[in-house]
T-cell receptor, first 113, second 117 residues
Framework: QQQVKQSPQSLIVQKGGISIINCAYENTAFDYFPWYQQFPGKGPALLIA?????SEKKEGRFTISFNKSAKQFSLHIMDSQPGDSATYFC????????????FGTGTRLQVTL | GAVVSQHPSWVICKSGTSVKIECRSLDFQATTMFWYRQFPKQSLMLMATSNEGSKATYEQGVEKDKFLINHASLTLSTLTVTSAHPEDSSFYIC?????????????FGPGTRLLVL
């Protein structure tokens, strides 16, 4: 019930391409879905987040698409750049749990020249 | 955005010794902080929730007597790994929700890499 499944495990995209990472959750009580970016040896950094009352949120080159009925959400990175090469984690939390996050398994993105 | 710091950034210790890791919220108060452990190429595993002024809440399977957590003030939580062994070697990361314990936006520290010889 608490799992968040993430795919793919790794992803290689050419510079300028679109990177797409998918997540699925089971617990319908989740109501906050952030994405985190982590570089090697560093802590995760909040990238973008969405709540279930909207189907899409865009911030610069990063877009979250959310499908409440399918219990799925995805991260799209437009015009991917080598500097985007990192590990991306989706996560979920629910109101009333003091922001306790359940993380996906992570996707290692490599953007090639 | 809010800043969370950790100290030290890395530590090497001998087996059997104890190691203390500090987590500080630099520009906001945090009644709740979270401690995670991350093994290479794996996701973050929540170890415990640190609560200011009260006992920490540990996740299932995490030994509370081995991983001591103290939330001494609204800006400081410490994790002490007692009698560390090589299997405790990992990357330890803390996080704190901005704006207090019920804010949804969490900020993570830079992590502490522990190597137990």
């Amino acid at each position: 019930q608490q799992q968040v499944k993430q795919s793919p495990q790794s992803l290689i995209v050419q510079k300028g391409g679109i990177s797409i990472i998918n997540c699925a959750y089971e617990n319908t009580a989740f109501d906050y879905f952030p994405w985190y970016q982590q570089f090697p040896g560093k802590g995760p950094a909040l990238l973008i987040a969405i709540r279930p009352d909207v189907s899409e949120k865009k911030e610069g080159r990063f877009t979250i698409s959310f499908n409440k009925s399918a219990k799925q959400f995805s991260l799209h990175i437009m015009d991917s750049q080598p500097g985007d090469s990192a590990t991306y984690f989706c996560a979920a939390s629910m109101t009333g749990t003091a922001s306790k996050l359940t993380f996906g398994t992570g996707t290692r993105l490599q953007v090639t020249l | 955005g809010a800043v969370v710091s950790q100290h030290p950034s890395w530590v090497i210790c001998k087996s059997g010794t104890s190691v203390k890791i500090e987590c500080r919220s630099l520009d906001f108060q945090a009644t709740t902080m979270f401690w995670y452990r991350q093994f290479p190429k794996q996701s973050l595993m929540l170890m415990a929730t640190s609560n200011e002024g009260s006992k920490a809440t540990y996740e299932q399977g995490v030994e509370k007597d081995k991983f001591l957590i103290n939330h001494a003030s609204l800006t400081l939580s410490t994790l002490t790994v007692t009698s560390a062994h090589p299997e405790d070697s990992s990357f330890y990361i803390c996080s704190a929700p901005s704006g207090g314990g019920w804010s949804e936006t969490q900020y993570f520290g830079p992590g502490t890499r522990l190597l137990v010889l």
